[in-house]
């Protein structure tokens, strides 16, 4: 194991590379051979066809998943001293980073491939299918049945591996958080609906060493029009990287510290998220005073709010 830049340590992972493709390569083979000798009683016992070729499928899973995990965990990670700075980008912007920070630190992160995932499972599916689905066709594309159905196995081998060691964490994992845009853009959406509010994005921390960056604390969040600076109205993240609550904080002083507002739940409709807006503009205007743009954003958040009333009135009557 050689030691490569800053806090990583890892071997070449190029002969588990080889390895894997090799191992996809032999399967493609016995998928061949198997295919060769059980199609020529598709037509008696299909049964026995389908069993073979899910069996080809399904002990491949255990070769590769071995190699993959021992690619991925011989990557060892000691965490160094990160310097942070808070940033806020758009959810457009958000969703190029975390395609940037996936693709720079794929071998660290952890995560679920949905897609891939469901181009295995049409894999699998066209795989047992495809023999039923030629029987009734030309001579040509029947007997070509075998070397269609070893390609299928090749590029499930390929995709699995490359499923497989996404989800294996190894020691940097805990290190690479990654909250997905499609967690985030459901209450980016809402937060953009309420009145009085001027911007709304992505809040993060990023902690920077030895030419590594890491992204944390990442949450929806948005501004107050008029006291953008000292305003913040963000939603708080649980552990699982969903949505728990939003909360309103003002920055009323010369301290690092934010006073907190109020909080509210996740499910709080753009009424609830509204009042909010409206008791952070109060008490900022308690305490600091208020200027003509801070009463135009209030009036319109009241007005927003008597119209929320008088819709409730009317559903009710």
């Known amino acids: 194991m050689k030691l490569t830049e800053g806090p990583v340590k890892s071997g070449s992972l190029l002969s588990y590379q080889i390895l894997v493709f090799l191992i996809v390569i032999l399967w493609s083979i016995i ?5 060769q000798v059980r199609l020529l009683s598709l037509f008696e016992a299909p049964l026995t066809w389908v069993s073979w070729a899910v069996f080809v499928m399904i002990s491949l899973v255990p070769a590769i998943t071995a190699v993959a995990w021992r690619m991925k965990t011989r990557i060892r990670f000691v965490e160094p001293e990160w ?4 940033r806020e980008v758009s959810l457009s912007e958000y969703e190029i980073m975390m395609k940037e920070y996936q693709g720079q630190y794929r071998n660290f992160i952890s995560i679920v491939d949905h897609f891939q995932i469901l181009l295995i499972c049409i894999l699998s599916i066209v795989a047992l299918a495809v023999p039923f689905l030629l029987m009734r066709t030309t001579l040509i594309l029947i007997a070509a049945s075998p070397f269609i159905f070893s390609f299928i196995v090749l590029l499930y081998g390929l995709v699995y591996s490359s499923v497989i060691f996404k989800l294996i964490p190894n020691e940097a994992s805990p290190h690479f958080p990654l909250i997905s845009e499609r967690l985030l853009r459901s209450s980016v959406e809402l937060l953009q609906k309420v009145p009085g509010v001027s911007w709304t994005g992505i809040r993060m921390s990023i902690g920077e060493a030895s030419g590594y960056y890491t992204i ?13 600076s000292v305003s913040l109205i963000r939603g708080v993240i649980d552990e699982s990287g969903h949505l ?15 006073k907190l507002i109020d909080e509210i739940p996740r499910n709080s409709s753009i009424k609830q998220l ?3 807006v409206y008791k952070t503009l109060q008490i900022y205007i308690d305490t600091k005073g208020t200027d003509e743009v801070l009463d135009e954003v209030l009036e319109e958040v009241m007005h927003s709010l008597k119209r929320f009333n008088e819709a409730e009135e009317s559903q009710s009557s």
């Open 31 to 35: 998928g061949f051979e198997v295919a």
């Open 274 to 276: 509204t009042e909010l």
């Open 244 to 258: 728990s609550s939003f909360v309103s904080t003002l920055h009323l002083d010369e301290s690092d510290s934010s």
């Open 216 to 228: 944390r604390n990442t949450m929806p969040a948005s501004r107050i029009e008029g006291i953008e």
């Open 83 to 86: 310097e942070f700075r808070e």
